[in-house]
Nanobody, 117 residues
Framework: QVELVESGGGLVQPGESLRLSCTAS????????MGWYRQAPMKQRELVAL???????SIESSVKGRITISRDIAKNTVYLQIDSLVPEDTAVYYC???????????WGQGTQVDVSS
């Protein structure tokens, strides 16, 4: 059964860091391009980071320098490191294959990140 489980979010203060995890089951992340997406309140879901099946990464320009995407093939897990968090990073963070979802219309439950003083 195909499944994605995101974790690692929480309530943090501006300037702090978080590492989000996304563990896949039923398929292998190393065989797919994987993205981390986020959806802020009242906004569309957006792609913030991408790791290709060959390991090459790309980061959306507005968060470049603060976000790193990586993966652990043995754990079938993709990570998102977010440093110097700002309130604008507040969102639900999801991972999924790119450009199409791993299964039509499927998204995991996401992990909530709240940045507030």
């Amino acid at each position: 059964q195909v499944e994605l489980v995101e974790s690692g979010g929480g309530l943090v203060q501006p300037g702090e860091s978080l590492r989000l995890s996304c563990t896949a089951s039923g398929w292998r992340v190393r065989d797919n391009d994987m993205g981390w997406y986020r959806q802020a309140p009242m906004k569309q879901r957006e792609l913030v980071a991408l790791i290709r099946s060959n390991g090459i990464t790309s980061i959306e320009s507005s968060v470049k320098g603060r976000i790193t995407i990586s993966r652990d093939i043995a754990k079938n897990t993709v990570y998102l490191q977010i440093d110097s968090l700002v309130p604008e990073d507040t969102a639900v963070y999801y991972c999924n294959t790119y450009p199409r979802t791993v299964r039509t219309g499927y998204w995991g439950q996401g992990t909530q990140v709240d940045v507030s003083s």
